[in-house]
């Protein structure tokens, strides 16, 4: 079985600067790697995600993530957040492959300081 | 079509009453789950269906009765539910494993 670790439930960050939102996952397989965000009463929308391919990956919005599959890590960058990014961010895993159970990790708040 | 459309977007219910939440996508993805939330958790899996077939049932609750009518639609049916179930409940959509599509939720509250 897989599982996601978030370790930060909240993460205030003042506007304009950087932000890097961690998460670590455990499993024996090979694995699939998403991050979501949820917004104020509505749903989660899919960020970005690794399917294979290059480590590094980019949203339209300019979050990017990179796998570490050394380090078992796949945490979420941005180098200037703005107020519209407040929001919850789920890290996820699941196996490669096929229909698999997904595991989300507990949530980081992202709150932005104006 | 990107989207999965969830209906009704609120439901207030008694604990006797019958009620029964849709959700409908048309991106030709053939699994589609219900997760239920509560506030300030992440989602839980319910149930998923995969090629219109019960293929994960997360040891839910009776009360809640899983439907997929055909590969577009999927329904919860609530039946005599408990002040606790009171949750957003969220349906998603995907193709294989490889990232989901959620609808925006029904917000459930059992009074």
């Known amino acids: 079985a897989q599982s996601v670790t978030q370790l930060d439930s909240q993460v205030p960050v003042f506007e304009e600067a950087p932000v890097e939102l961690r998460c670590n996952y455990s499993?024996?397989?090979?694995?699939?790697l998403f991050w979501y965000v949820q917004y104020p009463n509505q749903g989660l929308q899919l960020l970005l995600k690794y399917l294979s391919g290059s480590t590094l990956v980019k949203s339209i919005n300019g979050f990017e993530a990179e796998f570490n599959k050394s380090q078992t890590s796949f945490h979420l960058r941005k180098p200037s957040v703005h107020i519209s990014d407040t929001a919850e961010y789920f890290c996820?895993?699941?196996?490669?492959?096929?229909?698999?159970?997904?595991?989300f990790g507990t949530g980081t708040k992202l709150q932005v300081i104006p | 079509d990107t989207e999965v459309t969830q209906t009704p977007k609120h439901l207030v219910m008694g604990m006797t009453n019958k009620k029964s939440l849709k959700c409908e996508q048309h991106?030709?993805?053939?699994?589609m789950y219900w997760y239920k939330q509560k506030a300030k958790k992440p989602p839980e899996l319910m149930f998923v269906y995969s090629y219109e077939k019960l293929s994960i049932n997360e040891s839910v609750p009776s009360r809640f009765s899983p439907e997929c009518p055909n590969s577009s639609l999927l329904n919860l049916h609530l039946h005599a539910l408990q002040p606790e179930d009171s949750a957003l409940y969220l349906c998603?959509?995907?193709?294989?494993?490889?990232?989901?599509?959620f609808g925006s939720g029904t917000r459930l509250t059992v009074v």
């Open positions: 991106m030709g993805h053939r699994a």
């Open positions: 998603a959509s995907s193709q294989e494993s490889r990232g989901y599509t």
């Open positions: 499993s024996s397989v090979s694995v699939y």
């Open positions: 996820a895993v699941s196996r490669s492959g096929g229909y698999q159970k997904v595991t």
